[in-house]
């Protein structure tokens, strides 16, 4: 069976369509945590869509969802990071991803970094701060609208400490099963 998307000029009615479906509600805590993880992902794949779309709509080609990711943490955060500052942020385990794609940003000019000491410190450059306007444009005109929609029914202001603590507590339990496993 194919499932019909929405069309994407019409994000508000997207939105009205995904936050009217009610699954069957689960039995377990077993089937409400698949449930949970269903929705992560889900959301996930969605995010990385909208990114991916973003980026190819872009005068920069080539930005992977974690170039994009690096690059909008430097603009936001308006300070200088190290990679190591911005993989933390990101609850990043693999370094090298983060050193490529801090490598690929500063060759296409994007980021610069200073040495200071050992450490190397990352800030946008006046391109990296464009394109990441430009993305902000194009969240108020397109996402906006359909999260204007769903703050209707929910409470957005709580969804970010919820998801922050949700991934504190996955990330515990990855480290105890790590730790239980002798990995």
Request: proline share 6%.
């Given at each position: 069976m194919r499932i019909k998307r929405p069309r994407p000029s019409a994000p508000v009615e997207a939105a009205k369509t995904a936050t009217t479906r009610v699954?069957?509600?689960?039995?377990?805590?077993g089937e409400r945590l698949s449930e949970i993880e269903l929705a992560l992902t889900v959301l996930w794949n969605s995010v990385?869509?909208?990114l991916s779309q973003?980026?190819?709509?872009?005068?920069?080609d080539g930005l992977a969802d974690l170039d994009v990711f690096l690059l909008?943490?430097?603009v936001y955060r308006n300070r200088q990071l190290r990679a190591i500052d911005l993989a933390f942020a990101l609850s990043i385990d693999d370094m090298h991803l983060v050193s490529y794609s801090l490598k690929k940003l500063a060759r296409l000019k994007m980021i610069?970094?200073?040495?200071?000491?050992?450490?190397?410190?990352?800030?946008?450059?006046?391109?990296?701060?464009?394109?990441?306007?430009?993305?902000?444009?194009d969240r108020k005109k397109?996402?906006?609208?359909?999260?204007?929609?769903?703050?209707?029914?929910?409470?957005?202001e709580s969804?970010?400490?919820?998801?922050?603590?949700?991934?504190?507590?996955?990330?515990?339990?990855?480290?105890?099963?790590?730790s239980a496993r002798g990995i």
């Open positions: 699954p069957a509600e689960p039995a377990t805590e990385h869509r909208w973003r980026s190819q709509s872009s005068s920069v909008h943490l430097l610069s970094g200073t040495k200071i000491g050992k450490e190397v410190f990352y800030v946008p450059t006046e391109t990296g701060k464009i394109h990441y306007f430009d993305f902000l444009k397109y996402l906006e609208p359909a999260m204007g929609s769903i703050a209707q029914d929910y409470d957005l969804l970010s400490p919820l998801l922050r603590a949700l991934s504190g507590v996955y990330e515990q339990a990855a480290r105890t099963a790590a």
